[in-house]
């Protein structure tokens, strides 16, 4: 301890070094494996920290090595387990006193409660309104399509990276408690329940089955078995099928195979008539 | 095509290609890559069209833990590059693209695979310090991935433009007009994709909610995300707030558990009072 104190001077990651890992941050999955994951990316994003932490030598090699173990998130929001992670290497270069597994510990005890967060928000809400909606105005031709979706998807990533990051490296290991006491079971809930609203209106909205089989003739006016179906409940079937799907992706049937045989049915349906 | 086109063709590519593994510019996403390609080839409205289409039968699909989606960026790339440069529809687009968003799918696989190679190699050089090594294997192992969409790109760009286009014209309407009409139904796997990954039974009735709404009402998109986040907060705030009376009501008879729950509240009320 006395040589800590007395020989050593205290070592603190820089504003740049911050930067720098934000920066190598939008690479995490670039090294993506089925052994570990994102195992390498997560060592690459500490890299900056490490260098400025541990001068070359055992220490070093250790601090490395610990951070190419399995690990596996949602993308964006490794951001605060990058920040916590980072603050606590610090205080172990400093004063020793946060031991490897304590790190280890965190990041596993991490990954799983903001991969819950993030899947639903992100993947489940953030993206696919963000590209229905700006699929439907590229379906027109217009450039606004595009720009909107990538414009405002990418705002809210970066901001979501940049700010995450600095908030867990200046909480440090606090914000494990942030996460134990609840916050982050509501924030699951309250993202699941927008992404479920949302995904329940697409169903009905933007998807396209049409059966033009004509039902009824009276007085010259024909009735097609979709108009019936949607006098009763308009997307009943995109309902009907999407629970299907969804029971079927449950059994473990490859979804590729689902796509594979929708595409056959659509083929089967023009061929005979029954779909349009 | 002059020889700025190609290249610039080949560079898409490998931004997308690194965009479906990074999965965070989402250059990757049908609505970005197919207009990129359609810009290079001076016909951006049939990409933007095309990038529409398929993005609406690509909503939802996304990489959830190990689980690989089928990979948009080849199906983009190549089904854009087809059409335009074919002069044939968007449902050619269509049938282009799904045997590619499988293929797509295979190849990353493979190179995911193939990376736990260099990750091995990653080890050995975090044991004697050499991060800069380390780095480098990171990087090979996204180019790796670039490659994935180049290669494949690079080889169609090589194909006769006269051929291909004698193969796609050849296909019969009722393949291609089938196609399309699946495009419009085959949305419902990456919705069924999203349902499965939030599959808490007692949040299952929003779905419900979204779908009723969606089909009586005239709401658009932003109106229902809006609706759905104020549903949430409703959501939140009666199922704690009922939590905790019930707890103070009934501390006697209350667990443990339910005790340690109830403190958890607290701190998010105060947290929420901020």
Known sequence: ?276 | MNIIQIILILLVAGIAGMGSVLDEAQTHRPLVACTLIGLILGDVKTGIILGGTLEMMALGWMNVGLAMAPDTALASVISTLLVINTHTSIGEGIAIAVPLAAAGQALTIFVRTIVVFFVHKGDDFAQKGNYRAIEWMHVIALGLQALRVMIPTGIVLALSTSAVEGVLKSIPTVITGGLQIGGGIIVVVGYAMVINMMDVPELKPFFYLGFLFAAFTKFNLVGFGGLGLILALLYLQLEYSGKNNNSQAAVASAGSSQQSNSSADDDLDDDLDD
Not at chain 1, 6 to 29: C, E, H, I, P, Y
Not at chain 1, 59 to 84: C, D, Q, S
Not at chain 1, 105 to 120: E, R, S, T, W, Y
Not at chain 1, 241 to 253: A, D, E
């Open chain 1, 1 to 276: 301890m006395q040589t800590i104190q007395t020989g050593q001077k205290k070592v603190a990651l820089t504003n740049k070094d911050l930067n720098s890992m934000f920066f190598r941050s939008l690479f995490l999955l670039g090294s993506f494996n089925f052994e570990r994951a994102q195992n390498m990316g997560f060592c690459f994003v500490m890299i900056p920290a490490i260098k400025r932490l541990y001068k070359p030598g055992k220490e070093r090699n250790e601090a490395l090595a610990r951070h190419m173990e399995w690990f596996n998130t949602h993308p964006w929001l490794t951001a605060p387990i990058f920040g916590v992670t980072a603050a606590m290497e610090e205080e172990k270069a400093n004063t020793g006193k946060v031991d490897e597994t304590a790190i280890a510990a965190m990041k596993i005890g991490l990954m799983g409660p903001l991969a819950g967060v993030g899947d639903p928000l992100f993947w489940g809400t953030s993206r696919p309104v963000l590209a229905a909606l700006g699929a439907g105005i590229a379906m027109t031709g217009s450039i606004i399509g595009p720009l909107l979706f990538f414009v405002l998807i990418n705002a809210i990533r970066l901001t979501c990276k940049w700010y995450f990051l600095r908030y867990g490296y200046t909480k440090g290991s606090e914000i494990i408690q942030d996460m134990a006491g609840g916050r982050i079971k509501k924030l699951t809930e309250g993202a699941s329940i927008v992404g479920l609203f949302v995904m329940g209106a697409l169903v009905s909205k933007w998807t396209t089955i049409n059966i033009p089989i004509v039902a009824t003739k009276i007085n010259g006016k024909t009735q097609t078995v979709q108009d019936i179906l949607d006098s009763v409940m308009p997307g009943m079937l995109a309902l009907i099928l999407t629970l299907f799907v969804s029971w079927l992706l449950k059994k473990g049937v490859n979804p590729l195979l689902i796509i594979f045989a929708i595409f056959g049915l659509g083929i089967l349906g023009k061929w005979l008539g029954f779909l349009g």
